[in-house]
């Protein structure tokens, strides 16, 4: 095949637009929000015929949904989950704990600006998203896929120094290994 | 039902002579003031000889203006069906009392939490140190004076407002004209 860009645009678009039908999201519930999830899922707010469906493992999903607030506790097992999907990989927050931290802005123990701890692609905004509002989540992010613009992941790897620092200010045991790549 | 309440009282009053009481008489509740060294005792003695076996609930109060912690047992007896209240009061700046879960087992998970989350101590508690809290190194978290706002806004980012953000009440009040109470405008911006 002659590598040159008109062919590569090509197989960008085949591969953007296969992989934007078929989401699968782990099946981690990590905080209030994770109660309009089921409602999403069956037939009356139908997920499925979107392509997206639950995955069993970290290793087999494509997107992370943090659903409302993240303590500090949480966020120490997330950024392990987060580190063992497999590229591409995506994260949505939900709901305004993930925004600016919501109910909970004055407590000691949850975390309320997602973005400097783990790269987030969609907002969806709402205390809980109605499954309307899911899925209208969903549809961005798949608009986003198709684009070419959905790289969260990358940005994460570029910038890892930047998100550790930030990480190791709140997390005092810290667990994970120490990347050289 | 006076009647066994005034049984109770007498029980009471017999084997612990400095304990207060206060009779509500409407309810099936008696409150009992101790000092904290007869805890054991009247909980054990109520427990075996007065048929009081069920520990409902340990609550507790943080009287931060008189500088104290009072505990209160709220034990229950399914015969009589009586609930008693017996409270004590601890010293706030070194509270210490001794461990009732060789009593009941359910104790234990109580006074670990009021450890963690208050910094009481008891004596002869065997638990391991951490309970809810993951590498916690501050002051007891539920504790009155403890702000927890300013530690909020000390360790974690925020995020910055809008420079348009409108106030929510005065906005509704502009629309449907109507006026807001005298007690409600402490919060409005």
């Not at chain 1, 290793?59 to 409302?68: C, K, N, P, Y």
């Not at chain 2, 904290?36 to 409902?56: E, F, N, V």
């Not at chain 2, 087992?105 to 963690?116: P, S």
């Not at chain 2, 629309?175 to 405008?185: D, G, H, M, N, T």
């Amino acid at each position: 095949m002659i590598n040159d860009k008109n062919s590569q645009k090509i197989v960008d678009i085949i591969q953007n637009w296969s992989r934007k039908h078929s989401i699968w999201v782990l099946a981690y519930g990590t905080g209030c929000g994770a109660i309009e999830i089921p409602p999403t899922m069956t037939s009356r707010y139908d997920a499925e015929r979107l392509g997206v469906r639950g995955a069993a493992t970290p290793r087999q999903a494509d997107v992370l949904l943090i659903t409302g607030y993240l303590t500090t506790k949480t966020l120490k097992r997330v950024i392990r989950v987060y580190e063992q999907m497999q590229d591409p990989k995506y994260v949505i927050g939900f709901g305004s704990c993930t925004i600016n931290g919501g109910m909970y802005y004055d407590s000691y123990n949850t975390i309320k600006v997602l973005d400097k701890y783990l790269p987030v692609d969609v907002y969806i905004n709402g205390c809980m998203p109605r499954p309307e509002s899911v899925l209208a989540g969903f549809g961005k992010l798949q608009e986003l896929i198709g684009d070419g613009k959905a790289n969260g992941a990358d940005k994460y790897k570029e910038n890892l120094d930047w998100y550790r620092a930030n990480q190791k200010k709140i997390i005092p045991n810290w667990v994970m290994p120490e990347y050289n790549w | 039902m006076q009647q066994l309440k005034a049984n109770l009282i007498e029980h009471i009053k017999t084997s612990f002579k400095d304990a207060r009481v206060q009779d509500y008489p409407d309810e099936n509740r008696l409150d009992f003031y101790v000092n904290k060294q007869c805890i054991p005792s009247i909980l054990t003695y109520a427990k075996d000889r007065l048929g009081y076996i069920h520990l409902s609930h340990i609550a507790i109060v943080d009287w931060l203006e008189e500088g104290e912690f009072e505990l209160i047992y709220i034990i229950w007896s399914p015969e009589e069906k009586i609930k008693m209240f017996v409270r004590t009061r601890l010293d706030r700046e070194n509270p210490v009392i001794a461990n009732i879960d060789m009593i009941w087992r359910q104790a234990n998970t109580y006074e670990r939490e009021f450890r963690e989350m208050y910094g009481i101590q008891f004596q002869g508690l065997e638990a391991p140190e951490e309970f809810i809290l993951e590498d916690w190194n501050g002051p007891p978290p539920m504790r009155r004076d403890f702000d927890t706002e300013a530690y909020a806004n000390e360790t974690f980012f925020h995020r910055p407002g809008r420079e348009d953000a409108l106030d929510v009440r005065e906005e509704i009040i502009k629309r449907s004209r109507e006026e807001i109470p005298e007690f409600a405008k402490k919060y409005s911006r």
